[in-house]
């Protein structure tokens, strides 16, 4: 037996209708729409971790280097154990609470903000372990697992959109078309690279979104040498009112080289012990608390949406065996704190993937080892620049909106909790908020409806724990124990 045919029958590409050739694509489109997070997490992360005798550069190329291992580990768990073509990361949002939030907000050292994360991590393998994560997953009620799909497909394209600069903050309506569109060169860019990848993709041509995605990126360097920026249309878009992703430029800075001392992780990795000698008690379970209910239902959210689309749910909306990619999820995060990262997760670019036709773990094998190949050369995620690989996000959102058509919108009890499911997500930038209106929506809906009957007592738990997190979350209740 060749090693294609070992490939082959020990990730079932025969049972999935797959081959190697689409596992491999599949796991390059994945890989490219989420490898800016190898940039994008250090940067977020560097605001909070400062180390002393060592400078902010080195720091950030750590912590590059420790969201290369921690995605790996994670995404390699996934295609080895659970045979699932998902890919994961440290999470956004996540970071940004960790960083922003915990640390510079609430004076939590960094240390104890890991430590929180691998508590966190180690509950989850605990609950995985004994099916009670997927147990909890399965009392979500049947509308909001219809709806998730379709709310994510929403989130996707309003990231994509905002990343292209299509779109841009107003201070009167929040959201707005971008007043400079036409005069953006990144904005200009980033549509026809939309339309082409658009077309592509309806003609039926193999590899359609990594074909847009080269595409775009060569276009864009070439522009950036012709002389053209998109600085000119941010001040243009300031002066009016609007305002635009700054960050974003044609083509990307020159590759950052990593110095030999950056593979050094040594200040960061083992820092949570000394966080876990620091800890307060009850601020400390609070911080555990937010954190495990976040990565908790966007890890819930994503594998449920992406798995509708890839066709793996069974006839009541679940994912057969979850416990594996829970378990892949929990080893990941437990490992990235460890390192030094926030809460690794499941991402949902891995729709992008499943769309190129990926249904194994072949596709996340892929992706963890372009992953590992990234430390031994220049990131993958500095050549790509990012308008390029979101614009895909905006044609996989559009795929997957056709999830709605299974819902029974002419039934309230799934039109309402469904459509609060899809709303809340993209306007709260959030997945799990997005899941939380629904579950919480369900029961109450039901039994204004005289059909509490149908509502099980552990959809009403459910819905009394999402309430709880909410005043948590938001009621201050964090900054007044830290204060």
Excluded: C
Excluded at 85 to 110: E, K
Excluded at 257 to 283: C, I, K, N, Q, W
């Amino acid at each position: 037996m060749g090693i294609s045919e070992t490939v082959a029958d020990y990730f079932g590409f025969d049972e999935h209708g797959t081959d190697l050739r689409t596992e491999m694509l599949a796991g390059l489109t994945t890989f490219l729409t989420m490898s800016y997070i190898v940039v994008v997490n250090p940067a977020i992360l560097a605001n909070a971790i400062t180390i002393e005798g060592i400078g902010p550069n080195r720091i950030f190329q750590m912590i590059a280097v420790v969201t290369l291992i921690s995605a790996a580990v994670a995404t390699l768990v996934m295609a080895l154990y659970a045979n699932r073509p998902f890919g994961q990361a440290p999470g956004l949002g996540l970071n940004a609470f960790f960083a922003f939030t915990v640390v510079l907000g609430l004076g939590i050292p960094w240390q104890t903000a890991l430590a929180a994360v691998v508590v966190e991590g180690i509950v989850f393998i605990a609950l995985t372990a004994v099916g009670a994560r997927e147990a909890i997953i399965r009392l979500f009620p049947e509308p909001v697992k219809l709806a998730v799909g379709a709310g994510i497909g929403l989130f996707l394209a309003i990231i994509g959109l905002i990343e292209m600069r299509v779109v841009a903050g107003d201070p009167a309506t929040f959201v707005a078309f971008s007043p400079v569109l036409t005069a953006d060169p990144i904005a200009v860019l980033s549509v026809v690279g939309l339309f082409v990848t658009l077309a592509l993709y309806a003609r039926g041509v193999r590899g359609a979104i990594v074909i847009g995605v080269i595409l775009t990126s060569i276009a864009g360097y070439a522009a950036s040498a012709l002389g053209y920026s998109g600085q000119a249309a941010v001040e243009a878009a300031q002066q009016s009112g609007a305002s635009l992703k700054a960050s974003v430029v044609l083509a990307p800075d020159a590759p950052i080289v990593y110095e030999a001392s950056s593979y050094d992780v040594t200040p960061l990795a083992g820092a949570f012990v000394d966080g876990l000698s620091r800890v307060e008690p009850f601020s400390f379970a609070l911080i555990v608390f937010t954190f495990f209910f976040v990565d908790f239902f966007d890890t819930a959210g994503t594998l449920t949406g992406v798995s509708q689309a890839a066709g793996f749910l069974d006839e009541d909306g679940n994912l057969p065996d979850m416990d594996k990619p829970l378990m892949a999820d929990a080893v990941g995060t437990t490992v990235g704190g460890m390192l030094g990262t926030s809460t690794v997760t499941t991402y949902i670019e891995s729709a992008t993937g499943v769309e190129e036709g990926g249904r194994t773990g072949m596709t996340a094998l892929v992706v963890g080892l372009l992953f590992l190949a990234s430390l031994a050369v220049v990131p993958l995620a500095a050549a790509v620049p990012t308008y390029a690989s979101h614009l895909v996000l905006v044609v996989v959102g559009i795929i997957m909106l056709s999830n709605v058509a299974e819902i029974a919108w002419d039934d309230l009890a799934y039109a309402i909790p469904a459509a609060l499911t899809i709303f809340i997500m993209p306007f709260t930038f959030s997945i799990a908020y997005g899941i939380a209106a629904g579950i919480v929506s369900y029961p109450v809906v039901k039994a204004a409806m005289g059909r509490a009957d149908e509502v099980s007592a552990g959809q009403w738990v459910l819905a009394g724990l999402f309430v709880v997190y909410f005043f948590v979350r938001t009621g201050g209740v964090l900054a007044g124990v830290a204060g």
